[in-house]
């Protein structure tokens, strides 16, 4: 992505002297209504490489900007170069990255034997950050209106990246929520997808036992310059209304919620999406959760347009701690068919069945996925009740 060197949002740099960045504060990323870009937003057809010719949101530049600023000054586990890539020969249409830093340099994960584990602040927390991480504070206008209680966002570099700009969103760290999906939440990432103007812009979150390696409410969100087969994948309606869909098609099935932009119908489906991820949670159900830009539900394609943004929310096996030998571990960017690989041998030697069936070796058996979309079904029915 090309990033300007020039900007009038400097605000969002660090001063040059590391002694003053404890001191600096934390700017504040007011955004409004105009912001919020549902629609316009596509793919260049001459793919990817045109997307460094597409202009900057304010979000991008903000983000971006300090971002790299970070990694200038040495804020991460390790310098991030352009990753080789690959996709995957196949109908599926995975794409593969080498990251073999992050394999080896991410922090270790914690302890979790719980998906409803509670926060224990003497384990590492975001807390414990240098100041220099924390890019900015994300902040709703006053005038944006909504029903849900609002939470500030700080957006954080992810120290250990998958790839550019990735960052975490976490709501208030003094306040030491466990890793369980609240609303506020949801709805800054959302909203962080609807401000971002490049389309591989994505968000996510890995609950407890979905390969969460830190029990401190946050989320994803990170740069990929490369369609995803989450984003036009057909679905069928699982509800009369239309509001929850399934998502057949590989790399997994998943249920899928949709928006067309801000405004009530947005809110809707953040709440709609964390009553499912509170049931998922209550009943010891691992679970990961995508969001992109992407297609309207119904017999849509690969190359369909981006008219709205694309909830992706999976039940899966409880994985705790990290699975060796594997050529990737699967979580919300694998499910939605972003491979990060480990090591030079397993990226030259990946195909798209063997990807297959790490993936599948984490979903649910058949009969508890048959359970748990019935009563997602009827969690939905109770909204015309």
Not at 8 to 35: A, C, M, R
Not at 85 to 104: C, D, K, M, Y
Not at 324 to 331: D, W
Not at 359 to 379: G, M, S, T, W
């Amino acid at each position: 992505m090309a990033i300007p060197h020039g900007s009038s949002e400097t605000s969002y740099l660090l001063p040059p002297n590391s002694e003053d960045w404890g001191g600096h504060g934390i700017p504040d990323f007011v955004y409004g209504q105009k912001e919020l870009v549902p629609e316009g937003i596509q793919w260049p057809r001459s793919g990817p490489s045109l997307l460094d010719t597409l202009p900057l949101s304010r979000f991008d530049s903000a983000l971006c900007l300090a971002w790299r600023q970070r990694m200038e000054l040495g804020l991460f586990r390790y310098c991030l170069g352009d990753l080789q890539t690959q996709t995957l020969p196949g109908a599926v249409g995975f794409v593969a990255q080498l990251n073999v830093e992050r394999g080896v340099q991410r922090r270790s994960p914690q302890n979790i034997r719980s998906v409803r584990q509670a926060f224990d602040p003497e384990q590492f927390n975001f807390n414990q950050i240098r100041p220099g991480e924390v890019l900015f504070r994300l902040h709703r206008d006053p005038d944006l209106p909504s029903a849900l209680q609002q939470d500030d966002i700080l957006v954080v570099i992810n120290v250990s990246p998958l790839e550019w700009g990735h960052v975490l969103l976490v709501p208030e760290p003094a306040r030491g929520l466990p890793q369980r999906l609240l609303p506020g939440a949801l709805q800054a990432g959302v909203e962080a997808v609807l401000l971002s103007s490049h389309p591989g812009f994505r968000v996510g979150f890995n609950s407890l036992g979905g390969l969460a390696s830190v029990n401190h409410l946050h989320l994803h969100g990170y740069y990929l310059a490369h369609r995803l087969p989450v984003e036009g994948a057909p679905s069928e309606p699982l509800d009369p209304g239309g509001r929850l869909h399934l998502l057949q098609a590989l790399p997994a099935p998943g249920f899928l919620f949709y928006t067309s932009g801000p405004g009530p119908d947005l809110e809707a489906l953040i709440s709609r999406v964390c009553r499912a991820t509170d049931y998922l949670a209550d009943h010891e159900i691992a679970h990961n959760l995508f969001v992109t830009r992407g297609a309207p539900p119904g017999k849509t394609s690969s190359s369909s347009a981006l008219t709205g943004v694309r909830v992706i929310l999976w039940a899966r096996k409880s994985s705790f701690g990290i699975k060796e030998g594997e050529a990737f571990n699967v979580a919300l960017c694998e499910l939605a068919g972003h491979l990060p690989v480990k090591t030079p041998q397993d990226f030259s030697s990946l195909t798209e069945a063997v990807a297959l069936a790490i993936i599948r070796d984490c979903l649910l058996p058949p009969d508890q996925a048959e359970k748990v979309q019935a009563a997602l079904v009827a969690l939905i029915a109770k909204e015309e009740q």
